[in-house]
T-cell receptor
Framework: QKEVEQNSGPLSVPEGAIASLNCTYSDRGSQSFFWYRQYSGKSPELIMSIYSNGDKEDGRFTAQLNKASQYVSLLIRDSQPSDSATYLCAEGDSNYQLIWGAGTKLIIKP | KAGVTQTPRYLIKTRGQQVTLSCSPISGHRSVSWYQQTPGQGLQFLFEYFSETQRNKGNFPGRFSGRQFSNSRSEMNVSTLELGDSALYLC???????????????FGPGTRLTVL
């Protein structure tokens, strides 16, 4: 059973600090990884996608992929209260299906 | 470019009834996926359509079905509704037709279904 695991949280981070969200996956053949943000009562919105080992930066967001250790992480710098949401990790597995994690609830405290 | 649209946004049905939900993907997107989201289960994949063909299917009973039309619009149908079918149903469209592993999915606002 292919799985994507995330700590459900809540993860509480002070405003202005770095929030670090982690995700591990079981399928070594996975080729693509995605981070989505979902505000309460809203649909998920894509933040970042990453396909290669290493870091990918987009504004205050950095995605990190380590295929050897089978984890992907999302760093949010200078966290703002508006970043408070549930963050979903998804992987495109070797059968071209998206496997979703259950999400981590992030709370940014002013 | 207009985003993914879903209709209706809210729906209340009673047990035993059936329901049809509609999704219009982003213009030019030909792949449409459907998900069920509940507080306890997270995002659960229902099925994916491309070019009017179901390409992938999740682990849901046969009461859940779908189809895609030639203009890429998609519908999903749930027959003989059960209380446990109460959920947010999300539709997502993708720009790349076949290589789902590299597809970025864009979600619609969802249809919130309540079964009484």
């Amino acid at each position: 059973q292919k799985e994507v695991e995330q700590n459900s949280g809540p993860l509480s981070v002070p405003e202005g600090a770095i929030a670090s969200l982690n995700c591990t996956y079981s399928d070594r053949g996975s080729q693509s990884f995605f981070w989505y943000r979902q505000y309460s009562g809203k649909s998920p919105e894509l933040i970042m996608s990453i396909y290669s080992n290493g870091d990918k930066e987009d504004g205050r967001f950095t995605a990190q992929l380590n295929k050897a250790s089978q984890y992907v992480s999302l760093l949010i710098r200078d966290s703002q209260p508006s970043d408070s949401a549930t963050y979903l990790c998804a992987e495109g597995d070797s059968n071209y299906q998206l496997i979703w994690g259950a999400g981590t609830k992030l709370i940014i405290k002013p | 470019k207009a985003g993914v649209t879903q209709t209706p946004r809210y729906l209340i049905k009673t047990r035993g009834q059936q329901v049809t939900l509609s999704c219009s993907p982003i213009s030019g997107h030909r792949s449409v996926s459907w998900y069920q989201q509940t507080p306890g289960q997270g995002l659960q994949f229902l099925f994916e359509y491309f070019s009017e063909t179901q390409r992938n299917k999740g682990n849901f009973p046969g009461r859940f079905s779908g189809r895609q039309f030639s203009n890429s619009r998609s519908e999903m149908n749930v027959s003989t509704l059960e209380l446990g079918d109460s959920a947010l149903y999300l539709c997502a469209s993708s720009p790349r037709p076949w290589l789902a592993a590299y597809n970025e999915q864009f979600f619609g606002p969802g249809t919130r279904l309540t079964v009484l």
